[in-house]
Nanobody, 124 residues
Framework: QVQLVESGGGLVQPGGSLRLSCASA????????MGWFRQAPGKEREFVAG????????YYADSVKGRFTVSRDDDKNTVYLQMNSLKPEDTAVYYC?????????????????WGQGTQVTVSS
């Protein structure tokens, strides 16, 4: 069983930045695609960003493109989500997830392991 642990959430003013981390005790990131998702109150969980295990291709939701950057450090078994120019609508619980599939997916249904989530609140 793969365990993922997110950290780095918090309260930030509009326009501010946060960096989320997703750590695993196992060396999975070199063979799993990793995704970041978020879920706001009353809304469905949605794809935010992701990175493939092969070649490191990166994918972003249109709503965060140009503001968020996903990266990974295989030596540290950690995936990051750098979030800049944050907006109130970015407020949500953010989750990282791991997918063993070959093709990158933006669907929550395709991810095999999930972290517990970390709260991000953007407010003045």
């Amino acid at each position: 069983q793969v365990q993922l642990v997110e950290s780095g959430g918090g309260l930030v003013q509009p326009g501010g930045s946060l960096r989320l981390s997703c750590a695993s005790a196992e060396s999975i990131f070199s063979s799993y695609a990793m995704g970041w998702f978020r879920q706001a109150p009353g809304k469905e969980r949605e794809f935010v960003a992701g990175i493939k295990w092969s070649g490191g291709s990166r994918y972003y939701a249109d709503s965060v493109k140009g503001r968020f950057t996903v990266s990974r450090d295989d030596d540290k078994n950690t995936v990051y989500l750098q979030m800049n120019s944050l907006k109130p609508e970015d407020t949500a619980v953010y989750y990282c997830a791991a997918d063993r599939g070959v093709l990158f997916s933006r669907s929550t249904d395709d991810y095999d392991y999930w972290g517990q989530g970390t709260q991000v609140t953007v407010s003045s």
